[in-house]
């Protein structure tokens, strides 16, 4: 037996990679990499009684070369007799009618096919030929573009039914069995151009680090990797145990969650981080633009004031409350505990604090009235007589039918007043109001309040309203 089809045995046995009697799917372009995959495969079926099945993808960006690599493959295995199955479609299309990179949606478009291919034959695993340089130049992406502690793990041997039987033999390896084996395989001439970010990698960056610094870097970056995986796995079961005493879901088919703070602060900075990564993975069906950027953001807002906000990827914000902290989408802004939405109308806890936009958030308290109650003569501070709101009390915008009470008990339409307070007319449609119904209490832009509200001898109980700015109050 081969060397290296010896050692990949024995990591495909020992990592559980692949069992005796199974079927495999092999993704097969006919670079060395996957070629290399092939013939192992085909020298391990006697001992492991494999079914194989080759599947090729053909991405359309690179013409007769494309259509080389296509009949290049299909060769190999109708010599070898394993089934061969193609698929074409054209991949700049397909991106740029998702509005991802192409090379995004070339690895998507595979991955569906492998896929595809697996359920109708009813196979147990999917291989693909990622390998040792190919962890070590993910982890130095991950590195470069702010990765926390899951993308210095790399590349993972097993995620589901897919397998990596190569993830630790080097290129090197792989080129040197190709070469005492004489076996042909094709090369794409993209692998040498420098658009690709990986391409750097693995054409500069690392042979600069091999060269210069250490010959074994390689290797080196995959064994702190797999250690780091290891340290990973730990810190995402804990974080799974700790979530489930502090972490709630709700929304649209529970895609919300909201983080209790007392909980999350007893947790270790590695498991806050870790749940964080989670439930904002969770939340947002995916983890590719979640980075440690984003989870620190959110981290800050344990430790800040209620009413802070912040965005991120893919409609997401997190907004702490008095209480917790929620992870919501923006279709569902009710940006309090237990907050509800009425089309564009927020509805505020009373008392409660709730964002307005624009750095700003609204605060509402209710007491009892005095004798001679002293009255604020602030523009962002405003009293209500809270016995006469006869509605929940809802923030939004303006509606058809509006109106506020002005002196004597008239009503008057809000456009009106709008116009009167010299409102813009660009921006009236976009101002918050607050609002019992159609009766408009506060216009925070203007300061106006109906006078139907104002307190009086009779007033009972105090609605007090407060704008105030969002400060960052977080420790350091």
Known sequence: MDELVRKVYENVIGGGLLQKGESVVAGVSGGADSVCLLYILMALKPFMHLELTVVHIHH???????????????????????????????????????????????????????ERVRADRNADKIAVAHHMDDTAETVLMNLFRGSGLKGLAGIPAMRGTVVRPLLYVSRKEIEAFLERNDIAYRTDSTNFET????????????????????????????????????????????????????????????????IDVEGFLKQDRAIQRELLRQNMGMAAGQMKD???????????????????????PYGLYAVRTYGSVRIQHEHTAGEKAENDREGNAIVPDIPGTCPMGDGLYLDLSVFSAD???????????????????????????????????????????????????????????????????????????????????????????????QLKEIKDERED
Request: aromatic content about 8%; hydrophobic content about 40%; proline content about 3%.
């Open 195 to 258: 658009d690709y970010t990986r391409n750097r990698l693995r054409l500069d960056v690392l042979p600069y680090v091999k060269a210069y610094i250490n010959p074994a870097a390689v290797e080196h970056i995959a064994d702190t990797a797999a250690l780091a995986a290891d340290v990973c796995r730990y810190v995402e079961a804990q974080a799974r145990a700790a979530g489930e005493a502090i972490v709630c879901w709700s929304g649209d088919s529970e895609k919300d969650c909201e």
């Open 60 to 114: 359309g960006l690179r013409g007769e070369a494309a259509d080389a690599d296509r009949d290049f493959v299909k060769n190999i295995c109708a010599a070898e007799n394993v089934p061969f199955v193609c698929y074409q479609t054209d991949i700049r299309a397909m991106a740029a009618a998702r509005h991802i990179s192409e090379e995004e949606a070339g690895r998507i478009f595979r991955y569906e096919c492998f």
């Open 371 to 465: 004798k001679n109650p002293q009255i604020p003569k602030k523009m962002y501070t405003k009293w209500f007589d809270y016995d006469k709101i006869k509605n929940r009390l809802v923030l939004r915008h303006r509606r058809t039918g509006d109106y506020m009470v002005i002196g004597g008990g008239h009503k008057k339409a809000l456009r009106r007043i709008l116009m009167d307070d010299r409102i813009p007319q660009a921006d009236r449609d976009s101002i918050m109001l607050l609002a019992d119904g159609s009766h408009i209490l506060w216009i925070p832009e203007s300061g106006r309040i109906s006078d139907h509200y104002r307190i009086t001898e009779a007033t009972k109980r105090i609605l007090a309203a």
């Open 290 to 312: 979640i980075g440690m950027v984003h989870i620190e953001t959110v981290r800050d807002l344990f430790g800040g004031s209620a009413g802070r906000k912040v965005s991120l």
